[in-house]
């Protein structure tokens, strides 16, 4: 009896994980989130979820080295803004709906509030600041400017890490494939036919430099 016991106090089930976090707003808004996209790459081959701790982990984000201790539910959106002080990552739904939190991991774009900080250990990240030198900005950035790409300018960081992956891989990208590669970023203001412009003068300028 006394064994059994013990065997239990080892792992805890998904109804354990979630009460871990309380009833708040986190778990409300966050968490159901997470667990949908993380909670199985946790798993054991039990299919329990191991109870484990706070952990030790390294970034690199726009080229500079960090070592963080991070909470297993923390997102890799909370390190960068409150760990790390890069606030140009947007925090608008928290939920994987709008895109304002998109950062580049491993030159793929994804989002950074669905994305768990321990899952992003020994990554390469940008965000919006790593992408301007001390000279001149990105070509996506200064397109953006010059084709007024933006209105309250929120979801624009979003945009332009998106609109970068894009043309990373696809130097001349049609008005369909710019549509679609942007499709997981909203705007609030529909400021989207100047958003598009922006970024096909951005492949211009890329192709001729
Ligand atoms: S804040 Fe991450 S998708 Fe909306
Ligand atoms: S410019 Fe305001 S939300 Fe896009």
Redesign the pocket.
Known sequence: MEKTKKKKRKTFTRRDFLKGFGGGALSAAVVPQLLAHDIDSLRTKKGNIPLFSKKQISLTVNEKKFSLVVEPAETLLHVLREKLNLTGTKTMCARGECG?CTVLLDGNPVYSCLYLAVRADGKKITTIEGLATKEKLHPVQQAFIEKD????????PG?IISSVALLNKNNNPTLEETKNALSGN??????YSR?HEAVAAASKNMRRA
């Open positions: 304002g790409g933006y209105q309250c300018g929120f979801c624009t945009f909203l705007c609030r203001c529909g400021n958003i």
